[in-house]
């Protein structure tokens, strides 16, 4: 199995800015997809952003294209999401994914697609 730790949630003013990481344990594989997902209360979870260990550029999700930077550092199995220009509609737990494997192009954004999930961590954006 794989473990994920997530980090760097916590409490932001609107226009502020906040880091995630994500770190991957146990049966990882060199070849991977990772992602973002969030979801605020009473709503269902939403793609945020994913990143692939090599083939393509980053996803996002246009409510956070622009504001958002998913990045990686494959050595160290590790996904981060700098968020900037921070908006109340981002409060949300942020949930890190993953598959070991590269998702095509179509799937990336799909929850179901994903086989490893981390705990979520907090992000408000309140004034």
């Known amino acids: 199995q794989v473990q994920l730790g997530e980090s760097g949630g916590g409490l932001v003013q609107p226009g502020g800015s906040l880091g995630l990481s994500c770190a991957a344990s146990?049966?990882?594989?060199?070849?991977?997809?990772m992602a973002w997902f969030r979801q605020a209360q009473g709503k269902e979870r939403e793609f945020v952003a994913a990143i692939r260990s090599s083939g393509g550029y980053p996803y996002y999700a246009d409510s956070v294209k622009g504001r958002f930077t998913i990045s990686k550092d494959n050595a160290k199995n590790t996904i981060y999401l700098q968020m900037s220009s921070l908006k109340p509609e981002d409060t949300a737990v942020y949930y890190c994914?993953?598959?070991?494997?590269?998702?095509?192009?179509?799937?990336?954004?799909?929850?179901?697609?994903?086989?490893?999930w981390g705990q979520g961590t907090q992000v408000t954006v309140s004034s």
């Open positions: 994914a993953r598959r070991n494997s590269l998702l095509i192009t179509s799937s990336v954004r799909t929850l179901r697609f994903y086989d490893y």
């Open positions: 146990g049966r990882t594989s060199s070849a991977y997809t």
